[in-house]
């Protein structure tokens, strides 16, 4: 057998194993080989490079037959090949056989055309291959790695996140973390070189801000003093309209302590801006160009401009804040159609203040489950969302024949009504709940999507992922009842401004004021948020002291500022963690973080937190207390 006419079935079988998909990551710059000892990535070889002699690096990826082998780095695959009729002083077909997978080499050799019925069209490098000179094994890797990281493994996540430097060096986290750095890229061209924004960094210690998420707080040297991390530089962006850095922006890391939170981390990454002299619709405009300006070329265009929903027609349509608009299933008020329905439930509901019946028809939903899958999202409605009443299922067999236990009790001029209201024919599937109109809405909403994630399993498509369904909410509330219901807290944050036609309901009536806070929403998840400022002192001081009853006294730095010749301002964040991970079609914003903690917020990588000597513990003048004692 020469060295070029090996085995057809074992290269078929190579290039079919081989990671083509790193070769999709587009690149900004054709230098990747720059201040490198190598000649050319493992992705980049072609035809037009036959006969050239090349320098490889890479991770040995598979091994066959002991004389061939694909070679990996980060751009992609190459198959190696070392001669079987060598020169006695050429050790290549020995090393070959002998190294381990996924350890580091370096390659010398010649491109050569494979063989006719050996060419694989589905990969980059698949018309060639290089004939090895001379292997040199940089680091051989250890036999019992914990797993081979090959994009078809299925590895369980905390496995992953354990040895996260293997997981980095597959196809999936190699892309989605280089596209998350184009991104980076060409946010800062746009903002920096094309419109003028000035990147500043912010401190990471600071101090305790009133209301909002729980802060993690970083012990001092200095007895019963401690820093705070920052939740968002809030203060200090407003501080830098108030000094006159009249566009600001940075990609700022921010923390929250939020415990076991689906799908949070507790360190994150904001693209934070501020802007003076701006209003809610150019920040708007200044958001939608930024975004078309760094749009990946792989994804679908985006269409401007992005579509706008009040908060109220949210929650009343879609039963979130965050409605995914990709797909029908809205909620409707059937309350007044359900007054004198005959059913018992629905009309004591209807008599308590704000009392609502909400109704969300699952077209033709009927024919594609079956009754586990009803039973499932009735028990859902109860345990997850912990609904007392849950929800209520109509199925329609036909227009006369409705399956439910309320189908009979239903008054014929009421169930007409219904009919007619949610366009109901034969194979739908309808959902009813009653209860406090905030809480009933929010059910629904949930109960939507719940629908969707179980027709989608049964094949039916209601959201197609390349969509971008871009959506600004906004008119929020500016207050909402805090959790106990004893007080008020802020909807967005206490910098947020009141809305302008709004502005005397403050000292009256608080609750019934919107806002000029605004969310972004992609495909159904909050990718941004923000709002106009406060710039008056003498309103940032009320809505602190009066109406969410906090000491202002913390805030005196900023309360003097603003008398100090504030400009008007606003300005967002986009939590580009998440952002990215819609980008990228990822399930989890794990998939697009390096190194992120785990559900419950450990490094299960390096163990962290970790405990403290008692020595180590006295420099900062605390003790802690054994988990026993507070269990007592």
Known sequence: MNSTGHLTKLGRYLLRRGSCTRTKIRFASDHVNSFSQRSHTCGELRS????????????????????MMTLKDSYGVTQIIAPQDQDPDNASLSVLSNVRMESVVKVTGKVKPRPADQINKGMPTGDIEV???????????????????????????????????????????????????????????????????????????FRRTPGGAREFVVPTRHPEKFYCLPQSPQQFKQLLMIGGIDRYFQFARCYRDEGSRPDRQPEFTQVDLELSFVTREDVYKLIEEMLQYSWPETRKELTFPFQRMSYKYALAKYGTDKPDIRFGFQLHNVSNICQNSGIKVFEDVLCENNGT?????????????????????????????????????????????????????????????????????AGDLVLLAAGQYEETCMLLGNMR???????????????DPASNAFLWVEDFPLFLPNDDNTGLESAHHPFTAPHPDDLDKIYSHPTKVRSLHYDLVYNGAEIAGGSIRIHDANLQK??????????????NHLTEALKSGAPPHGGIAIGFDRFIAELCNATSIRDVIAFPKTFEGYDAMSGAPAKLTNQELAHYHITTIPKKSLDK
């Open 48 to 67: 037009s490079h036959i006969d050239n002699t090349v320098v490889l690096y890479g991770w040995v990826q598979h091994k066959r037959f002991n004389f």
């Open 131 to 205: 004939l090895a000179d001379k292997i040199e094994v940089l680091n051989d890797c250890k036999e019992d790695l914990p797993y081979q990281p090959r994009d078809y493994n299925k590895v369980k996540e905390n496995l992953r996140m354990q040895f996260r430097y293997l997981d980095i060096r597959t196809s999936r986290m190699q892309q989605n973390l280089r596209l998350r750095s184009q991104v980076v890229m060409k946010m800062r061209e746009f903002l920096c070189n094309k419109h003028g924004f000035v990147e500043v960094e912010t401190p990471t210690l």
């Open 357 to 425: 019946v909400q109704a969300i028809n699952l077209k033709q939903a009927l024919t594609h489950l079956k009754r586990k899958d009803i039973e499932e999202l009735q028990t859902t409605a109860k345990t997850k969302y912990k609904s007392e009443h849950g929800v209520i299922v109509v199925k329609i067999k036909d227009l006369d024949t409705w399956q439910s236990p309320i189908a009979k009790l239903f008054k014929k001029e009421s169930r007409d009504q219904l009919v007619k209201k949610l366009d109901i024919v």
């Open 449 to 463: 999507l719940e629908a969707a994630n179980l027709l989608e399993t049964k094949g039916i498509q209601l959201r």
């Open 542 to 555: 009320y809505v602190l002291d009066t109406i969410l009853q906090e000491d202002s006294s913390t805030l």
